[in-house]
C-alpha cells in the first residue's frame, strides 16, 4: 500500500505494518490509522505518520528512552480492549513536543499510546492520578550539552 507524506514523501508500507487506533488520537478521532517510521537505526526516535493525512505526523519516544521510574497501571478496559496481557505486553510511546532548542523538548507522559504488537491495534490513554505532566523534559538542563562534551 502506498501512503503519502509530506514528511517522507510515498512510503509503501504493508498493511501488517498498519496500527489502528480504532477511537482515534486526542484531538484526531477520524485519524485511526498509522504506521511506525524510526529516526534511523540507534535514536530512541520514532514518526508516527497517518495513513490518510500526510501532514499528520507525530514524533514519539518509546517509554523505556524516558525514564526506568515511569510506571503506571492500565485500566482492566483498556486491557481487555488491546488484548493485553503478561504473554502479551504492550509497547507504550509518548509523544514529543520539539522546540527551537534541543534542550527545550518535552514529553507527553500523562497520555501515553499503548499499542498491541500481536494484533497491531492501540489506543492513546489519559492516565488518572499520576505525577506525571503532559511536558516532561527530556534532557534536565545541561543534559545535552554534557553529552555534547564527551563526544
Known amino acids: 500500500m502506498i501512503i503519502q507524506s509530506t514528511r517522507f514523501g510515498e512510503l509503501d508500507v504493508m498493511d501488517t505494518d498498519i496500527i489502528k487506533f480504532p477511537q482515534g488520537l ?85 497520555a501515553p499510546i499503548i499499542i498491541d504488537t500481536k494484533q497491531r491495534l492501540a489506543k492513546q490513554t489519559v492516565l488518572e492520578k499520576v505525577p506525571y505532566q503532559t511536558r516532561h523534559r527530556i534532557f534536565p538542563e545541561g543534559t545535552l550539552k554534557k553529552m555534547k562534551e564527551l563526544q
Open 26 to 110: 486526542l484531538g484526531f478521532p477520524e485519524e485511526n490509522a498509522f504506521v511506525l517510521i524510526p529516526h534511523h537505526s540507534d535514536s530512541p526516535f520514532v514518526f508516527l505518520q497517518s495513513v490518510s493525512e500526510p501532514n499528520l505526523t507525530f514524533i514519539m519516544l518509546e517509554t523505556l528512552n524516558i525514564s526506568n521510574e515511569y510506571e503506571f497501571l492500565l485500566d482492566d478496559a483498556v486491557l481487555e480492549e488491546l488484548h493485553l496481557s503478561p504473554d502479551n505486553p504492550p509497547l507504550v510511546y509518548n509523544i514529543v513536543t520539539t522546540a527551537e532548542k534541543e534542550d527545550d523538548m518535552t514529553v507527553n507522559l500523562l
